[in-house]
């Protein structure tokens, strides 16, 4: 499959209220997308043209299964790797020991590999809070990935099946079906568990 086959469909485009500042300045896109591994997905995202308020959903069109998403980082050009992520799917990179999970006011983005260990960098006070050894070595470690120096692997776990990692490496790429017991264990997996849970109940209800 070529990357010319993940270009978006733009379904609508309009000017709307912004909630933040409340003028006539919302620029509105919803945008069809042909993900691979994942299937048609609809990314929403807003911008104002006024007070800079921005936001993206991701939204599944077709029915996600739980999934978890993890690709070989060995070199620099692995970095520029395009990341869908819905605001329901974790992060981790399992080498360095970091994560990042969903939080009740987490949105969908498109972003790179890069973005992620540029976003740790930033987070590093947080990290490793008054840890000053800790902090110089997980930041080390974070500018040895950034130049390509040290291999890791970089993992989306999502409940609801809605993100992608975009690549022509599909060598590198693994993607594997999660188990309830593993999904339980995520932010939102007990909603996901539940639910399908909920959902079969009534299948064989009605059937």
Do not use: W
């Amino acid at each position: 499959m070529h990357v010319e086959e993940y270009k978006p469909k733009i379904l609508n485009e309009y000017i709307n209220t912004c909630p933040s500042c409340l003028n006539k300045s919302l620029h509105v896109v919803e945008a069809l997308h042909r993900i691979p591994y994942t299937g048609k997905i609809l990314i929403v995202s807003v911008k104002c043209k006024k007070c800079g308020f921005r936001h993206t959903d991701v939204f599944n069109v077709e029915q996600g299964k739980p999934i978890r998403i993890s690709y070989k980082v060995d070199n620099v050009a692995d970095l520029s790797v395009k990341v869908v992520r819905s605001g329901t799917a974790t992060i981790k990179i399992p080498e360095l020991n970091l994560m990042i999970e969903p939080g009740p006011l987490s949105q969908g983005e498109i972003t790179t590999i890069e973005g992620y260990i540029l976003r740790f960098m930033d987070m590093l006070d947080l990290i490793c809070g008054d840890n000053k050894k800790a902090h110089e070595e997980l930041k080390r470690k974070l500018k040895l990935a950034l130049e390509g120096r040290i291999n890791f692997t970089f993992i989306i776990e999502d409940p609801f099946g809605n993100s992608s990692i975009i690549t022509s490496h599909t060598e590198k790429l693994k993607v594997t079906r999660m188990s309830p017991d593993e999904v339980r264990k995520l932010k939102y997996g007990d909603l996901i568990v539940e639910s399908n849970r909920g959902r079969n109940h009534v299948e064989k209800e009605t059937t």
